[in-house]
């Protein structure tokens, strides 16, 4: 996400942050590059330009030439600059009423239908809302047919009246279908079109005008950079949209649509897809994605996530194994289930502060746990339970039945007896003791 940004701004702004001399000459040459890796990300030239402009104000109205840190003023000044420029705070949906209808608009392509769906699973699951999907999509061959598996996945109804050419006609319907069966969110998932398309353009404005939706959202594909910024443009002069979507933001290295979408439209982005996954949504923060960008992590969002995931009684079973010496290789697993339901490993990586740079160009692969899962699937129940009983001849078994070796056997039993002392250690107060602990480990 924005890596290829994150790098430039990086390389940018890193002449700022020794203890050197700082001139006005210095920042006009800083902010000359920071101009350029807005333009890279495809970053519409007028935006990057203010964009520099107003930093260079602030910087000479702040004396940064003259405080004792002025690297890190600019840093700063950078961020805030980008967190505006992004719409500030974070806009949510207006789910007020007894019924909330929210219309799905983009082009071809954009991830309308992925997305209707995780939205409706993000409503279904963290806000208890009865949720109806309604396929509107009346043109694309099988389009009903993938949001009716999108909805079999989520466990979410899908309205569809096949055969039905009339979009808006379907869209009556399934509010009326809503009401009758208790559902106070109905997402219309319509027709990917072309913003040039007249009829198809006029097709999405008669739905409009016969819903009346309390949200109107605009789905975008952010790998289409400027382009995505244009269509916007086009879709809000005909709707008048409420909020921004950005799609596929994970295999965007760029980010020039997610920073200049807000100046053109002056319509907060409300959400971000980051994955192929149903849960892979988050709410658009300006300040947390300003703060990746500038590769400062996201600490706040991967604190949320694990709050979300912690059980709080398999939290308590596994201190009281941990106190009687009793931490096995099935709680490990269940540690690492929790992980994955967190996301991405390459996106956890990012949020955390420093580690997005460190780790630029490793490949972080989801299935890195996957050795690890069977070298313990091949475990004995009691060996699971009773890690000490593991002998030599055990292990070449293990080994065997997980396709792994018995050096990796080896590593793994390490690191599970490091993770458990350490766990006894933490509960104990010896805080100290693993601070030590892990100096030795590196």
Known sequence: MFNNLSEKLDKALHTLKGHGKITEVNVAETLKEVRRALLDADVNFKIAKNFTKRVQEKALGQDVLTTLNPGQLMVKLVKDELTDLMGGDAVGLNL?????????????????????????????????????????????PA????????????????????????????????????KATGKNVVIIDTAGRLAVDEPMMTEISNIHKAVKPQETLFVVDSMTGQDAVNTAKAFNDVLNFDGVILTKLDGDTRGGAALSIKSVVDKPIKFIGTGEKMDAIDVFYPDRMADRILGMGDVISLVERAQEQYD??????????????????????????????????????????????????????????KGIEAIIHSMTPSERSTPTSIN?????????????????????????????????????GGGKKMMQMMKGMQ
Do not use: W
Request: some cysteine.
């Open 96 to 140: 007020e009423g007894s019924q909330t209808v929210i219309l799905m608009s983009g082009l071809q392509g954009s991830g309308k239908t992925t997305f209707s769906g995780k939205l409706a699973n993000l409503l279904k699951t963290k806000k208890a809302k009865e949720v109806l999907l309604v396929a509107c999509d009346v043109y694309r």
């Open 312 to 369: 709080e009684d398999e939290a308590r079973k596994i201190q009281k194994k941990i106190a009687k010496d009793q931490f096995g290789f099935d709680d490990f697993l269940s540690q690492i289930q929790q992980i994955k339901k967190m996301g991405s490993m390459k996106d956890l990586v990012g949020m955390i502060p420093g580690a997005g740079k460190a780790m630029k160009d490793v490949d972080i692969d989801d299935d890195a746990f």
């Open 392 to 428: 030599t001849s055990r292990k070449k078994r293990i080994a065997k039945g997980s396709g792994t070796s018995v050096q990796e056997v080896n590593q793994l039993m390490k690191q599970f007896n490091q993770m458990s002392k350490m766990m006894k250690m933490v509960q104990g």
């Open 143 to 178: 389009a009903i047919n993938q949001l009716q598996v999108v909805g079999e996945q989520i466990g979410v109804e899908v309205y569809a009246e096949v055969g039905n050419q009339n979009p808006v006609e379907i869209s009556l319907n399934a509010i009326k279908h809503a």
